[in-house]
């Protein structure tokens, strides 16, 4: 933990900081119509902890310094250390309430001091040793709060990691031009013989748009390993939610191999959500009757 004393006159509370985005305006549904309503305010608690500290990261004009002095107060807020941060304060609450650890929430601080400390990424493996911070710990801590089993962390790893990488591929210019930060690995790049500078282009040079479809085709079959994921979750509901978004996301990566992200807007509009969310609530209500009917039509072997 960094020293605490105060950085440029921190204000009092990092809401300040906000960027004005809210959990209806992700690219993925967050604690949806189709979450149990008594896991909501969990969620939603959660949800506002890392979108605050996102922000944060993410601000175009905020000193590195600053940034973490900000995010170490958020997590001295969760942890019980302060009452600065409105935030931090009701999802200390809320985690106590249901006596839930705050691992998840601090494993998502840490990667948004990378965000303000790390701006490129070696390979693949490094961008999913970020992904096992930044993005991977939001999908276990929703399981956390249904209770599922632990054995179906490998398939949200998985699940959590591609959508990481999708808004990575969406936002790669914007991130390039307003944070200087690129999270397309340098290896991939230096492969399609393509250096960070083009992601400023108004449009792809053939080079870069080769290593961006390319890294969209590993991120599909990545989402491929959490197929599964939706049907072997117990709470039907959270089920339903999972592959809603197993199914946008899945049209997502289609969409981004065929797609220059730096000329077009690669996100579904209104109608094409409602449909793959309708697509997605018919296979998993599908694939439960099927896995049920498959269980009860195994036989049981006698002791």
Known sequence: MNDLSPVSAAPADAKIWRSGKGYRDENFPVASWLVAPRHRGVILAFY????????????????????????????????????????AVR???????????????????????????????????????????SAMPVGRFVCDVHGESRALWPANDALCAALQIINHLQDCQSDYRNL????????????????????????????????????????????????????????????FEVSVINALAHRLTKILQARDPLRERVHLGVPAVAGLSLLGVLRGGFGRVARRFSAAQTPRVRE
């Open 180 to 239: 200087n930060r690129v999270y397309i690995p340098q290896d991939a790049m230096a492969a399609s013989e393509i250096n960070v500078a083009a992601l400023g282009d108004p449009c792809a040079a053939p080079e870069l748009l080769d290593c961006l479809h390319k890294l969209a085709g590993r991120t599909e079959r990545l989402l491929s390993e959490s197929d599964g994921f939706a049907t072997a979750i117990k709470d039907w509901r959270l089920g």
């Open 48 to 87: 506002n902890f890392v979108r605050t500290a996102d922000d944060i990261a993410d601000h175009a004009t905020l000193p590195a310094q600053q940034k973490l002095f900000l995010l170490d107060r958020l997590e001295a807020g969760l942890l019980g250390a302060n009452a600065d941060d409105a935030v």
């Open 91 to 133: 999802l200390a609450a809320a985690l106590a309430e249901r006596a839930l650890s705050p691992q998840h929430a601090k494993d998502l601080i840490a990667a948004f001091r990378l965000d303000v400390t790390k701006l490129r990424y070696r390979d693949w493996d490094d961008l999913m040793s970020y992904c096992s911070l």
